[in-house]
């Protein structure tokens, strides 16, 4: 089930987020948040662009989108993230959640929506692209995790 997220879904989001800090690559945050912290970056944003999707009654997945700039001319623009528990990977999850984010991007008059990729990750790239996204940036060697220089992509779709 896709729904809003509330406030009292942060420590959720949370968990599944410091998946991702501690054993990858995908983001480039390298300390866990706890739930407060969660709670603040939903407050901070539109919450009809934060999405749970929910399995049996818990949480597995989140995505969100947030404005790409803090320029006005910018405010047609937004960058999308999905993040998925490693367990409930390759099951359309993300998908569901990223085609009812987009529809909602495109009525709220978002024209372009950005998705940052640390790179080599063929199986978001492949995702992405799937999504009718396209490669329009390779940044080198822009992030250090792990001991490791890391390559950021950025994939874009024009909402029609």
């Known amino acids: 089930m896709i729904r809003n997220v509330h406030l009292e879904d942060a420590l959720d989001l949370a968990r599944i987020y410091n998946y991702y800090i501690l054993e990858s690559t ?24 934060w999405l ?5 009654s818990t949480i597995v997945a ?3 989108a947030k404005p790409w700039k803090d320029r006005t001319a910018y405010r047609h623009s ?6 998925v528990e490693p367990n409930h990977h390759r099951k359309g999850i993300a998908r569901s959640l990223y085609q009812e984010l987009l529809e909602r991007l ?5 024209h372009a929506v950005l998705a940052g990729i640390t790179l080599p990750n063929p199986s ?3 995702f992405h692209q799937s999504m009718g996204f396209s490669q329009v940036a390779h940044f080198k060697e822009t992030g250090f995790k792990f001991n490791q220089w890391i390559d ?7 909402l029609e």
């Open 62 to 64: 989140f995505a969100y």
């Open 124 to 126: 978001s790239v492949q």
């Open 26 to 49: 995908v983001t480039f945050e390298e300390v866990v948040v706890d739930g407060s912290e969660m709670k603040r970056r939903i407050e901070t944003h539109d919450p009809n662009h």
């Open 52 to 56: 749970v999707f929910e399995y049996e």
């Open 106 to 110: 495109k009525k709220n008059q978002i």
């Open 152 to 158: 950021v992509g950025y994939w874009e779709r024009i």
């Open 78 to 83: 937004m960058e999308i993230s999905v993040y």
